[in-house]
T-cell receptor, first 112, second 114 residues
Framework: GQQLNQSPQSMFIQEGEDVSMNCTSS?????WLWYKQEPGEGPVLLIA?????ELTSNGRLTAQFGITRKDSFLNISASIPSDVGIYFC????????????FGKGTTLSVSS | KAGVTQTPRYLIKTRGQQVTLSCSPI?????VSWYQQTPGQGLQFLFE???????NKGNFPGRFSGRQFSNSRSEMNVSTLELGDSALYLC?????????????FGPGTRLTVL
């Protein structure tokens, strides 16, 4: 079945640094989503991408839908302590009604 | 607008028992999906319901089942619980089960099997 490879698995950074993480797949996706999950809560949607090449921002977060439709990137600029959490990518293949597939997540730790 | 609600938030059961979890989607959302989240496997899709019908099913044994009611509320049931069923069970809702819809998650039910 389809798999999403998300990297890195974890990151330890200083406050103020920029962060990059990505997801790749061997399948073509027509939707890419990025979520953040904090302890004890469900994932919260950060950014949704629907077109190859699309670049979308949400505050300090920027995500891109890769032009090959097999990858996506999330960047966080000028990280702050509240950015701590697990970031998940999720994708849906190019077929209506199919389920979302999730990456294993990137755990972000920010030290002040 | 209220978000996705799940009850109960925490549950402790013993092996062999069964459990029922409940999910109320965002008002107006008609599609509900269930996921199992564990540290080792991450988020894994269980099933999706729309208009009281199961539309998609993940690769889980028949001990995992679900249903959806006419008001779009959904329940999932796990019978003959095993230790490995300990996980966070997440429910997500979308307006319609279309490929371009995004999903909004509830806080999850933390199930511990002893």
């Amino acid at each position: 079945g389809q798999q999403l490879n998300q990297s890195p698995q974890s990151m330890f950074i200083q406050e103020g640094e920029d962060v990059s993480m990505n997801c790749t797949s061997s399948s073509i996706f027509n939707t890419w989503l990025w979520y953040k999950q904090e302890p004890g809560e469900g994932p919260v949607l950060l950014i949704a991408l629907y077109k190859a090449g699309e670049l979308t921002s949400n505050g300090r977060l920027t995500a891109q839908f890769g032009i090959t439709r097999k990858d996506s990137f999330l960047n966080i600029s000028a990280s702050i302590p509240s950015d701590v959490g697990i970031y998940f990518c999720a994708g849906r293949v190019n077929q209506a009604g199919t389920a979302l597939i999730f990456g294993k997540g990137t755990t972000l730790s920010v030290s002040s | 607008k209220a978000g996705v609600t799940q009850t109960p938030r925490y549950l402790i059961k013993t092996r062999g028992q069964q459990v029922t979890l409940s999910c109320s989607p965002i008002s107006g959302h008609r599609s509900v999906s269930w996921y199992q989240q564990t540290p080792g496997q991450g988020l894994q899709f269980l099933f999706e319901y729309f208009s009281e019908t199961q539309r998609n099913k993940g690769n889980f044994p028949g001990r995992f089942s679900g249903r959806q009611f006419s008001n779009s509320r959904s329940e999932m049931n796990v019978s003959t619980l095993e230790l490995g069923d300990s996980a966070l069970y997440l429910c997500a809702s979308t307006l319609l089960p279309q490929s371009t819809d995004t999903q909004y998650f509830g806080p999850g039910t933390r199930l511990t099997v002893l």
